[in-house]
């Protein structure tokens, strides 16, 4: 007698959601994933603006954020893994982003020209 497996469908991302404490991931297979924030700390340390900037990887495999440089697989997250990110690296691109997270950037003020008077001589040649 032989036994056949089944075939196993690769899960694949439909929908993401970020809110300040979850990623949220809708699959095409009907099921929706949950994992916290704090998970990945690129996600944690972005804007709420960067985390809505997401792309699918592929057919849905993964999820890519371009701004923040961060890629979390489908499976990774259905077997709960964590960032594995060393902590060097994310001083490192903590260090890259040039500001605080999450710290809005503040005008410049412009600074003043001091204007000066220029004679009749000056003015025609522009």
């Known amino acids: 007698m032989s036994t056949s ?7 694949t991302a439909k929908n993401v959601r970020v809110t300040r404490e ?8 009907g099921r929706t994933v ?10 944690a340390h ?3 603006k960067e985390r809505q900037q997401w792309e699918l990887i592929g057919p849905g495999i993964g999820i890519h ?7 979390i ?3 990774g997250l259905l077997r ?3 960032s594995g990110e060393s902590s060097e690296s994310l001083k490192r691109w903590l260090a890259s982003r040039g500001r605080p997270a999450n710290q809005r950037l503040q005008p410049v003020k412009a600074r003043r020209r001091s204007v000066t008077k220029r004679g009749p001589r000056a003015r025609l040649r522009g």
């Open 5 to 11: 497996s089944p075939a196993i469908e690769t899960a």
């Open 22 to 29: 979850a990623l949220i991931v809708e699959l095409h297979d």
């Open 34 to 43: 949950s994992v916290p924030i704090a998970w990945y700390p690129r996600l």
């Open 46 to 48: 972005g804007s709420m």
């Open 65 to 71: 954020w371009p701004v923040l440089d961060e890629d």
């Open 73 to 75: 697989s489908v499976d």
């Open 80 to 82: 709960g893994l964590p």
